[in-house]
């Protein structure tokens, strides 16, 4: 069994990027800049913010963060996008979701300059990604595509299962499951709420791809021998022994799936790094493409 330390593979990303930046700065050339709004003040996407601006300072991008209130209008919200999309100092930004309830995400997310869709969630991005063309990958999906390639696991003729149909993770990720080349080729299933006996549906999978965020769903008895395992689940989970008063726990359970696995990313230290790793490596490309 083999561990996908994607820990290990966003530090290399990071340093390839670094090393980027440190030529640009060699030419007198202006670095990346990446933005993220976030609204309100949940903790977990707080963190998740607050993490990619650290990311950003180490590989020597400029970064901003902008705080909106939880009470913030959809058109304060719009405004903002537009003053951003505006702005020719900012290369790439997001807008952190989940949005608060008051706010039409997809509005918001259409109003994005396309150009500047570093999370790949445009329309017309998405489109691009469904049909073959170069563009922004949503940045998890991108990052487990890396994984996938940096340990050269084979898709090819594989059946994957996808867990989840969100918009972010499990739907772009059976499209570019499917996608021809490499990570790719493989017969994709997708499965979500409504499935029926999904136990039957994992067993027979060659890769499974959960993103459920029901901590410790997958168990050793619905997969089997040989599996490749990426566990997308990042739920926090009330653990008064642990010095934060919680554990991030993933959607499968480790410990027993672990012993079957041919491949099994871990959590922490598999997916969730490697998102941030992929949203520099977008960050990078859009200023490429606005500075050419
Ligand atoms: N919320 C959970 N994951 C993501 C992500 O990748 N991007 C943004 N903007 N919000 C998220």
Redesign the pocket.
Same mark, same amino acid.
Not at 151 to 167: A, D, F, Q, W
């Given at each position: 069994m083999t561990i996908l330390d994607g820990k290990k593979v966003s530090n290399d990303i990071k340093n390839e990027i670094a090393e980027e930046v440190k030529k640009m700065k060699a030419l007198g050339e202006k670095v990346p800049h990446l933005a993220a709004v976030i609204v309100g003040n949940d903790g977990a996407s707080l963190t998740?913010v607050g993490s990619k601006v650290k990311a950003c300072e180490r590989v020597g991008f400029e970064s901003t963060m902008i705080r909106m209130s939880n009470t913030t209008s959809e058109i304060e919200l719009l405004d903002k996008i537009e003053e951003l999309n505006l702005n020719d100092d900012i290369d790439g930004f %997001? %807008?952190?979701?989940p949005l608060p309830k008051q706010i039409d995400t997809q509005k918001v997310l259409m109003s994005v300059d396309p150009d500047k869709d570093v999370?790949g969630f445009h329309p017309m991005n998405f489109g691009k990604m469904a049909l073959d063309m170069s563009t922004f990958i949503?940045? /998890?999906p991108f990052g487990i595509l890396e994984l996938l390639d940096r340990y050269n696991v084979e898709t090819k003729g594989k059946h994957t299962v996808v867990i989840g149909r969100s918009h %972010?993770v499990g739907r772009p990720m059976s499209i570019l499951m499917g996608r021809k080349g490499f990570p790719g080729n493989s017969t994709v299933t997708i499965t979500h709420s409504h499935t029926k006996n999904i136990t039957q549906i994992t067993s027979q999978a060659d890769i499974i791809i959960s993103a459920l965020g029901v901590p410790n769903f997958l168990k050793a008895e619905m997969v089997k021998d040989d599996v490749v395992i990426i566990d997308v689940g990042i739920t926090r989970v009330v653990d008064e022994t642990s010095p934060k008063g919680y554990v991030i726990t993933g959607d499968v359970d480790f410990e027993n799936v672990s012993k079957k696995a041919s491949f099994i990313t871990p959590v922490p230290g598999g997916v969730g790094p490697m /998102?941030i790793a992929m949203l520099l490596k977008n960050t990078l490309l859009a200023r490429e493409l606005r500075h050419k």
């Amino acid at each position: 069994m083999t561990i996908l330390d994607g820990k290990k593979v966003s530090n290399d990303i990071k340093n390839e990027i670094a090393e980027e930046v440190k030529k640009m700065k060699a030419l007198g050339e202006k670095v990346p800049h990446l933005a993220a709004v976030i609204v309100g003040n949940d903790g977990a996407s707080l963190t998740y913010v607050g993490s990619k601006v650290k990311a950003c300072e180490r590989v020597g991008f400029e970064s901003t963060m902008i705080r909106m209130s939880n009470t913030t209008s959809e058109i304060e919200l719009l405004d903002k996008i537009e003053e951003l999309n505006l702005n020719d100092d900012i290369d790439g930004f %997001i %807008i952190q979701l989940p949005l608060p309830k008051q706010i039409d995400t997809q509005k918001v997310l259409m109003s994005v300059d396309p150009d500047k869709d570093v999370d790949g969630f445009h329309p017309m991005n998405f489109g691009k990604m469904a049909l073959d063309m170069s563009t922004f990958i949503p940045a /998890t999906p991108f990052g487990i595509l890396e994984l996938l390639d940096r340990y050269n696991v084979e898709t090819k003729g594989k059946h994957t299962v996808v867990i989840g149909r969100s918009h %972010i993770v499990g739907r772009p990720m059976s499209i570019l499951m499917g996608r021809k080349g490499f990570p790719g080729n493989s017969t994709v299933t997708i499965t979500h709420s409504h499935t029926k006996n999904i136990t039957q549906i994992t067993s027979q999978a060659d890769i499974i791809i959960s993103a459920l965020g029901v901590p410790n769903f997958l168990k050793a008895e619905m997969v089997k021998d040989d599996v490749v395992i990426i566990d997308v689940g990042i739920t926090r989970v009330v653990d008064e022994t642990s010095p934060k008063g919680y554990v991030i726990t993933g959607d499968v359970d480790f410990e027993n799936v672990s012993k079957k696995a041919s491949f099994i990313t871990p959590v922490p230290g598999g997916v969730g790094p490697m /998102t941030i790793a992929m949203l520099l490596k977008n960050t990078l490309l859009a200023r490429e493409l606005r500075h050419k």
